[in-house]
């Protein structure tokens, strides 16, 4: 069943066939009659052995293009053109047809693992039971080359791992089993769509790597699906940008990342954050008071209390730590930028800001005031101070209220302001976030993803507060509209001059905002400082290695380099 | 892939549920206009005409004492659907506020609430009503009582569940740190978001109800006979069935076609609610 080993393949060798050819590719979906297709004439072909990276923002239609050949698409869709896989037409193949081709021709490895394995059976079990359907392998062989598959793709203890359970794995892990699983049939496409956008910085440079290797190794022709051009940068040999349904620009990698021609291309790759790339519009304002003794600042007196003050504080759930320990200041105006991967507790600690998470010790001040063992109750009256922007625009406001009843709830609990008093504010505070005041009649799922990221910060600033927490505020975003989303709350922090914890897991767009930036692992502060020294000088290892796997649209680009 | 359909439309498109609509609509309308709508007065005995089988005078028969059967049962149905909605309106006005209090806070109230709710719930729904409508002796306001309260603890079980995911959502962290009190979050962020599970709860909680009532008054324990009901009227066709079949047949047929009505209804109102039903 396996493929011989070859060796790796210089570029120059691999001007051949290629296994996956689309041309005129056309995928309309249902109650899109009216409307433009999700995918308009692409054309595209990958080699074997070859990395293409198809590129584009969310509603571009990378998704929609390779899914829609396989048909992996909802009921009614109309796919057109044409899509060749080693020969055979794809388009018009119909379910059964395509059933065949599926998994074992062409495999997908999908973004989220943590869904995508079966929590109840073991690895080994979910892993075997793909070999003895697709190729009807006994027993004892499909144990082996279960096996064989999760030593390719680069997990240790193979033997003890097939006995085990998702659960016991971490999400690269199982990204790792999902991709032994997607090769399991020797496929000559593997497309892989955002593998790597659940996972953490570090993670993800180990799983480009081995989508990288496998391509080199097996041949294995590879189409990268992704929104990060520091992930093309990386791995891919040649990219597609799509907008809008349409690819406006196809080539080398280092060709388009390089010398991008066309507008749309060079628009997003200016908006990709970089890291080393801060400029005057990131700097913090001038008149932000240096905050590296602030702790000493007696609490109570007013003006001159920092807008946040953490001492030693610790968060347990039951018997495990999310935080501990951790000290940090955030002054009027400034912003303080808060890194970490999942599980790091810098969320934990920014829930702990805005007391919606409780500490178990420690202290929490805001402006002085300290909040940590109010009651909810007692605390209601400080809400007004702090407030917090969160990941998810999507979830973060209430799917039954207009825009302007939202806004509108904060204003009327702490202020006087009613009927066209209040009407005027809830308008004032939409032309803040530079949006069209007689949107406030609309509901949230009227509006796009960077509109609603934009209500959220409206009504989190309805109430003035002197500390805003920002989870995460853009990672829901695409490029260019997180560019919007940040240019957007730096003004409005120089207008209004609060204090901002930005908290993040991409240093790029921290020192884009912050001028001091804290790194937090497992819970605890490993580093802090100001930004500029902290990213180009760091102390501490771990800042070190997550400045390494940091993706960048700089690389070199691999091979022709 | 937007979502065009409301979910009015979303019904309105599904057959089933059309057709649940269409009936529920037609049978309810039916024993409400049941004054105007009889042909005869229900209680008007005619010992000329006892067990008259169908005919145009009286469509449906005549019973024992010369009653005239379809206007019997347009007031049955009426009773029915009365005292099944009464009943499930009292539940959920019991179950929403103590299942959305668990939900919410789940130390202090939820323990309480849950593990009375399960000791109840350890009953079957139709023995619980029996017994209670035993207990509070036989009127139609006992027996919507009984029912309301063998119907709590599947509202109640809904709305609890909804009101743990919702606590759950960020727009309710977002409420909560913009200074909303715990009534603010309650009834303006996690009672409306959870209006559809209660909807579609309330509507398949409906024939279940009638079905109980049907059954206490078929035992003498719901609406006392000379006033008509379903039950009433299938339970006194009993001992007839072979003289005059037609007593049991459309009194019984009425019952299933009304409940069939409202178990449509709820199950196209489930798919209709359903956000993921949109693409579709």
């Known amino acids: 069943m396996t493929r011989p080993e070859e060796a790796p393949r210089r570029r120059e060798e691999r001007e051949e066939e290629p296994v996956l050819r689309a041309s005129g590719l056309t995928v309309r979906f249902p109650g899109q009659e009216g409307h433009g297709a999700a995918v308009r004439g692409l054309d595209l072909h990958v080699a074997p052995g070859e990395v293409l990276a198809l590129v584009g923002e969310s509603g571009s239609g990378k998704s929609a293009a390779t899914m829609g050949v396989l048909g992996l698409v909802p009921r009614g869709t109309e796919v057109g053109g044409s899509a060749v896989l080693g020969g055979r037409e794809l388009v018009g193949l119909g379910e059964r047809g395509l059933r065949g081709i599926r998994g074992r021709r062409a495999a997908v490895v999908f973004q989220e693992p943590m869904t995508s394995l079966n929590p109840v059976f073991t690895v080994g079990w979910q892993l075997r039971e793909v070999l003895r359907v697709h190729l009807g392998m006994g027993r004892a062989a499909a144990h082996a080359r279960a096996r064989e598959l999760l030593e390719l793709v680069g997990l240790d203890e193979a033997e003890r791992r097939l006995r085990g359970y998702p659960h016991q794995l971490s999400g690269g892990q199982r990204q790792r089993v999902m991709i032994a699983m997607a090769l399991a049939c020797d496929p000559e496409v593997l497309i892989a769509d955002e593998p790597t956008t659940a996972l953490d910085v570090t993670v993800q440079a180990g799983i480009l790597r081995l989508l990288r290797g496998l391509a080199d190794r097996l041949g294995t022709a590879i189409v990268l699906i992704t929104h990060d051009m520091g992930v093309v940068a990386g791995v891919a040999d040649r990219v597609v940008v799509m907008h809008r349904g349409e690819a406006v620009e196809s080539g080398e990698v280092g060709r388009v990342l390089g010398a991008p021609r066309h507008d749309y291309t060079r628009r997003l790759l200016a908006s990709v954050p970089r890291l080393g790339a801060s400029s005057a519009a990131g700097a913090p304002p001038a008149d932000a008071p240096p905050a590296a003794d602030s702790g000493a600042a007696a609490p109570g007196s007013g003006d001159a209390a920092p807008a946040l003050a953490v001492r030693e504080l610790s968060v347990h759930y039951g018997s495990a730590v999310a935080v501990s320990g951790v000290s940090l200041t955030v002054a009027r105006g400034e912003t303080v930028g808060l890194v970490g991967e999942s599980g790091s507790g810098k969320s934990t600690l920014g829930r702990c800001a805005v007391g919606l998470q409780r500490p178990s010790s420690g202290s929490v001040a805001v402006c002085g005031t300290e909040i940590s063992g109010l009651s909810r109750r007692r605390m209601r009256p400080l809400r007004r101070s702090v407030q917090m922007v969160f990941q998810d625009p999507a979830s973060s406001l209430n799917p039954r209220m207009t825009v302007g009843a939202m806004l509108a709830e904060p204003l009327r609990r702490f202020g006087p302001a009613r009927g066209a008093a209040l009407d005027r504010r809830v308008e004032a505070l939409l032309e803040d976030v530079r949006l069209d005041p007689d949107m406030r009649h609309r509901y949230p799922h009227q509006f796009s993803g960077g509109q609603r990221q934009r209500v959220a910060i409206a009504r989190a600033l309805a109430l003035e507060p002197d500390l805003l927490v920002a989870d995460e505020p853009t990672s829901a975003l695409d490029v260019s509209v997180q560019d919007e989303i940040l240019e957007l709350l730096t003004a409005l922090q120089r207008e209004k001059g609060f204090g901002c914890l930005f908290i993040s897991h991409d240093l790029a767009v921290v020192e884009r905002m912050s001028s001091r930036v804290a790194v937090m692992r497992g819970g605890e502060l490993v580093e802090e400082g100001p930004t500029t020294r902290v990213l180009s000088d760091p102390e501490h290892p771990y800042t070190r290695t997550l400045l390494e796997a940091a993706p960048s649209v700089d690389a070199a680009p691999r091979a022709t380099g | ?280």
Not at chain 2, 26 to 44: C, I, M
Not at chain 2, 208 to 215: G, P, R, V
């Open chain 2, 1 to 280: 892939m937007t979502a065009t359909a409301t979910p009015a439309r979303r019904l309105l498109r599904n057959p089933a549920g059309a057709f649940g609509l269409a009936l529920t609509v037609l049978l309810v309308g039916a024993g409400l206009l049941a004054p105007l709508a009889a042909p005869h007065d229900p209680a008007a005995v005619g010992f000329d005409r006892l067990y008259a089988p169908p005919s145009w005078a009286s469509p449906l028969g005549t019973d024992e004492l010369g009653r005239d059967q379809l206007s019997r049962i347009l007031y049955g149905l009426r009773a029915s659907v009365l005292i099944g909605v009464a009943a499930v309106l009292m539940a959920a006005a019991v179950a929403v506020p103590l299942g959305l209090a668990a939900g919410y806070y789940r130390r202090v109230v939820d323990p309480v609430v849950s593990r009375l709710n399960d000791a109840v719930m350890a009953f079957p729904f139709l023995v619980l009503a029996v017994g209670l409508a035993a207990i509070l002796g036989p009127s139609p306001v006992n027996a919507a009582v009984a029912i309301g309260v063998s119907q709590v603890p599947n509202i109640l079980r809904v709305m609890r569940g909804e009101a743990l995911r919702l606590s759950g959502e960020q727009f309710v962290d977002a409420a909560v740190a913009g200074g909303a009190g715990d009534a603010a979050v309650l009834f303006r962020h996690i009672l409306p978001n959870a209006a559809n599970a209660l909807l579609v709860q309330v509507t398949v909680g409906i024939p279940a109800a009638i079905i109980a009532e049907a059954m206490l008054s078929f035992l003498g324990l719901g609406v006392q006979p000379p006033t008509p009901s379903l039950g009433v009227m299938l339970s006194s066709a009993q001992s007839t069935f072979a003289q005059a079949p037609w007593l049991a047949v459309f009194p019984g047929v009425a019952l299933v076609l009304l409940t069939l009505g409202f178990n449509l209804l709820g199950d196209g109102l489930r798919d209709a609610l359903d956000p993921k039903g949109a693409q579709r």
